[in-house]
Nanobody, 124 residues
Framework: QVQLVESGGGLVQPGGSLRLSCAAS????????TGWFRQAPGKEREFVAT????????YYADSAKGRFTISRDNAKNTLYLQMNSLKPEDTAVYYC?????????????????WGQGTQVTVSL
C-alpha cells in the first residue's frame, strides 16, 4: 500500500504560482502512474495531470496545458505540480494519486492510493 502526503497549497492572487508536492512512502513507483486531481465545491473530482513514473510520459487536462507542469523526483519518491498563471477557477482541493498504469490516466477510478488533499485558493 502506498501512502501519499500532499503539501504546498495556500492562498495566491490571480496570475500567481504555487508548487504542490506529494511525498510517497510504502513502495516504489516503477510500474505506476501518478497524478493530480482536483475537486471544487459542488463539483466532481477532475483530472489535472498524470505522469508515468517509469519513462516520465506526461498527460494534461486542457485546463492545465501551458500553465501547469507535473514532474517527479525518483530519488525522493516525490511528485510535484508546478502551477503558474493561476486563475480563480483553479480554486479547489488538489489530490495526488497513484495506481498501476492501465491506460486510463485521466480516470480517478484507475488510481488506488490517494492523499488527503491540499487546498488551493486563487483570489484577490
Amino acid at each position: 500500500q502506498v501512502q501519499l502526503v500532499e503539501s504546498g497549497g495556500g492562498l495566491v492572487q490571480p496570475g500567481g504560482s504555487l508548487r504542490l508536492s506529494c511525498a510517497a512512502s510504502g513502495r516504489t513507483f516503477s510500474s505506476y502512474a501518478t497524478g493530480w486531481f482536483r475537486q471544487a465545491p459542488g463539483k466532481e473530482r477532475e483530472f489535472v495531470a498524470t505522469i508515468i513514473w517509469s519513462g516520465g510520459r506526461t498527460y494534461y487536462a486542457d485546463s492545465a496545458k501551458g500553465r501547469f507542469t507535473i514532474s517527479r523526483d525518483n530519488a525522493k519518491n516525490t511528485l510535484y505540480l508546478q502551477m503558474n498563471s493561476l486563475k480563480p477557477e483553479d480554486t479547489a482541493v488538489y489530490y495526488c494519486a497513484a495506481g498501476r498504469y492501465g491506460g486510463r490516466y485521466y480516470d480517478p477510478s484507475s488510481f488506488t492510493s490517494w492523499g488527503q488533499g491540499t487546498q488551493v485558493t486563487v483570489s484577490l
